[in-house]
C-alpha cells in the first residue's frame, strides 16, 4: 500500500477524514520503517502541538519500535559473528596447534632406533632345481654338495657362537674344523653337531625317515623336535656308522658299516628329478636284483623328484614311495608286488 506524504502530514496534523485516517493506520501496520525524509528537524521544531489520541500514539510507536529493534537486531546479529568469528578462530589455531605438536610427537614415535649390530641378521637359502649335484662353499670355508631338490640356508654373519644351517633334502658336509664354533646342521628335527668332519644327511620332504650318515671324524646327533619333553636320543656316530631315524614311528635304529663301504656311500644313492615312476621301480629292480610287479598304466601319471639311498633295504625303499604315491606293497614269492 502506497501513501502519499502528505497524507501522512495531514495525519499526524490531525487533519484527515475517517476515511483517510483509516488507510494511514492500515498502513503504519503493515510498514516496518518510516521514510528518512519524512519529519525533517526543522519541520519538526516548527510543527505546533496538537492533541493526540491514544490509539494514534500507539500507532506510532510501534512503527517506531519496529525501525528500533531491527536496528538493535542488525547489530546484535553482527556482534553475534564476530564472537562466532573470533571463536572459531581461536579454537582454529588451538586445534592446529594441537594437532601439529601431536604429529610431531607420532612422527618421532615412528622413528625407529638405530638396529645394534645384533639384530642386523638376515638369512641366505641355497636350492638346488638342477638334475646334478651343486658343490657350495660356506663363509668358513666348508663345503657342502647339495643334491637335486635340496635346500641349504643359515644366517649372515654366519659365524657366531656357533656355525649352524638348515637343511632341506640331501646334501654332503664337509666340515673345516674350528673347536671354538661347533658346526649345526638341523633336519627334521634333529641336530647333527661336528667340529671337523664329514657326513651325509638324507633328509627329503616328503620321507619320514632322516639319515645321518658319519664318513669321518665324530658328530653328535640330537633330536630337538620334541618340545615339553627330553630329548628322545642322543647319539655320538663314529666313522662308518649310520642313523635312521623315523620321526612318525619314532623308531632309530644306528647301524656300523665298514670304512671302505663308507665312503662309498655318497655315490651309493639315486637321484631323480620328475622320473616316471616305472623308471623308478626298473632302477630299483636292476640294483637290488628284485622283481618288482606292476601295472604299468597304473603308473603312468606318476613321477619322482628325490635322492634314494641304495644303502637302505629294498623293503624300506619301496615302503616310501607306495606312501607317497598312495599305493600299497605286498611280499610275493616273485619279489614285491605294487598296486593301487
Known sequence: MNVSDQLLDKYFKNKCTPEEKLVVENYLREIEELPDHFVQKEEWDDAEDFPMSY???????????????????????????????????VLGIG??????????????????KKASKINQISFKSINNF????????????????IYPGGELTYA?????????????????????KDKKHPFVVYAKGVST??????????????????????????????DV???????????????????????????LNVETLNQIHSEKEVKSELIFSQAPLVTVFLKLEQHYKTKIIFNADDLSAMS????????QTINQ?????TELNKLTKERVAEGYLIKR
Not at 56 to 85: G, N, P, V, Y
Not at 103 to 109: E, G, N, S, T, Y
Not at 317 to 321: A, C, D, F, R, S
Request: aromatic content about 10%; overall charge positive.
Open 55 to 89: 490509539e494514534r500514539s500507539d500507532l506510532m510507536f510501534e512503527a517506531i519500535k519496529k525501525q528500533t529493534l531491527r536496528k538493535k537486531h542488525k547489530h546484535l546479529w553482527l556482534t553475534i559473528c564476530s564472537i562466532a568469528a573470533a571463536v572459531l578462530v
Open 95 to 112: 586445534f592446529y596447534t594441537s594437532q601439529t605438536a601431536d604429529f610431531k610427537q607420532k612422527v618421532a614415535k615412528l622413528i625407529p
Open 130 to 145: 638342477t638334475d646334478k649335484i651343486q658343490k657350495f662353499t660356506l663363509p668358513d670355508q666348508s663345503t657342502v654338495k
Open 156 to 176: 649372515l654373519p654366519f659365524v657366531a657362537a656357533k656355525r649352524e644351517v638348515f637343511l632341506s633334502g640331501t646334501s654332503y658336509f664337509h666340515v673345516q
Open 193 to 222: 653337531t661336528a667340529l671337523g668332519t664329514s657326513f651325509t644327511i638324507v633328509a627329503d620332504e616328503k620321507s619320514k625317515i632322516i639319515t645321518v650318515k658319519l664318513h669321518t671324524g665324530k658328530v653328535w646327533v640330537k
Open 225 to 251: 623336535d620334541s618340545a615339553g619333553r627330553n630329548s628322545m636320543f642322543s647319539k655320538i656316530l663314529l666313522p662308518g656308522n649310520a642313523l635312521v631315524f623315523n620321526r612318525v614311528d619314532n623308531k
Open 304 to 311: 619322482f623328484t628325490g635322492t634314494l639311498n641304495l644303502n
Open 317 to 321: 625303499i619301496l615302503t616310501e614311495l
